[in-house]
């Protein structure tokens, strides 16, 4: 874990012209973009595949950071690392210790990183804790996955602030990222919990400036972190 860094999650924005949300992000200045792929049976909604993330990256050099909520990420990670995912997440509750093994394998071979990323009511599972320095990013889902503009779920603060002890005492530099409901509002007890990146969807696009949205976020995020 370094600083704060802000994802915003293009899912939020109109799914017809997703160009131009990735270009919000960059004129925002944002760290990484979130790209949420959902395949209607891991999670009730259906988004966009590796065509999608492939035909955005020509707009930005920044780190895609593509959040695979889908049942079979195996059939899937390849087609996403040659779209140009730069961290692909995957899902705790969908593998085991070898096909987590065999997923990371893949990925560092390509030189990209692993996330991993747990449901609300996900705790995290012991072949994962047992994993934890293969994980560049540890994804605390604040939301049940599916929509945009849900609100946080205030409940997983505890596990939150459980997992970022864990991390620091392994002395590691996991990054620790909440995705759901991420406002203005709920990022100081987020930031105070352990989080560091800090994906918004509606927090940011659905704002009437959504360029300056991220800088709120940043700034509330900031002033969070130095008061801790
Ligand atoms: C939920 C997605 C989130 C979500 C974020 O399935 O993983 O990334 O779209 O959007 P907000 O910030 O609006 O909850
Ligand atoms: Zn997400």
Redesign the pocket.
Known sequence: MEGIKIAP?I??WDLGNLEKAVEISVEGKADQV?L?V?DGNF?P?ITFGPGTVKALRHLTDMKFDT?L?IQNPQNYAEKFLDAGSDLLTFHAEVLNGRTFDELHRSVRARGKEVGLAIKPQTDLPGWARDRLDKVSALVV?T????????R?DMSVMPKLQRLSRLVKERGLGTDIEI????EPENVAEVVRSGGNVL?????VY?KEDPVGAIAVLRKEAEKARGSR
Not at 143 to 150: A, E, I, L, R, Y
Not at 179 to 182: A, E, K, L, N, Q
Request: no cysteine.
């Open positions: 999650s899912l939020a979130h949420d959902i999670a909604n959040h909520m889902m939301v049940n996955p599916g929509f945009s503009g849900q946080m995705d759901g409901g991420v994906v918004a969807g509606a927090g659905a």
